[in-house]
């Protein structure tokens, strides 16, 4: 069971240019969610979905476009790369069962932006 | 909105010292409140969690308290190991927000022999 995989691990980008974070999860779960990691200030929400076709912003969604096409996938756009946005981001899915709830994340992926 | 505070860290401990962090949150209705572990170059794993109040949650040793009265959930484990060494992260989910979570900044622990 690979839970939730996120590629790639490592990224450089020159300001300016555009990428794909890519995140997929195979439990079937119906929520997904993106946060960056910085340090001092903890996760923060980029955006998340709810389910397939159904996504929202978050506490820090500029600069960055999502999608859900599939339950599976859940793919982070960076629209043009700016130094602010060198973080950690984590992809996460979850599922909620009579008031039970746990998310599952993914092993992050290290983004600089020069 | 919803927030949480965590105490600042970093914490530095002897092997077997007991350990404290505090986790204090801001929320309306009735959260769920977890404790997240994140080891060197990893993502984050759920440690424990409590789903309402006076709810106690355990896991590897840890425990945290789920305190209406005070909105806190404080993270203790009476004899931490060098292996603990991590940073820990409080966090909620309010009753309505399915997949979202509100993170504390972590703390950072390092356990020394």
């Known amino acids: 069971n690979a839970g939730v995989t996120q590629t790639p691990k490592f990224q450089v980008l020159k300001t300016g240019q555009s990428m794909t974070l890519q995140c997929a999860q195979d439990m079937n779960h119906e929520y997904m969610s993106w946060y960056r990691q910085d340090p001092g200030m903890g996760l923060r929400l980029i955006h998340y979905s709810v389910g397939a076709g159904i996504t929202d912003q978050g506490e820090v969604p500029n600069g960055y476009n999502v999608s859900r096409s599939t339950t599976e996938d859940f793919p982070l756009r960076l629209l043009s790369a700016a130094p602010s946005q060198t973080s950690v981001y984590f992809c996460?899915?979850?599922?909620?069962?009579?008031?039970?709830?746990?998310?599952?994340f993914g092993q992050g992926t290290r983004l600089t932006v020069v | 909105g919803d927030s949480v505070t965590q105490m600042e860290g970093p914490v530095t401990l002897s092997e077997e010292a007991f350990l404290t962090i505090n986790c204090t949150y801001t929320a309306t209705g009735y959260p769920s409140l977890f404790w997240y572990v994140q080891y060197p170059g990893e993502g984050l794993q759920l440690l424990l969690k409590?789903?309402?109040?006076?709810d106690k949650g355990s896991n590897k040793g840890f425990e945290a308290t789920y305190r209406k009265e005070t909105t806190s959930f404080h993270l203790e484990k009476g004899s931490v190991q060098v292996s603990d060494s991590a940073v820990y992260f409080c966090a909620l989910r309010d009753g309505t927000s399915y997949g979202k979570l509100t993170f504390g900044q972590g703390t950072i622990l390092t356990v020394h022999p």
């Open positions: 409590a789903t309402k109040a006076d």
């Open positions: 996460a899915s979850s599922y909620t069962r009579q008031g039970n709830t746990e998310a599952f």
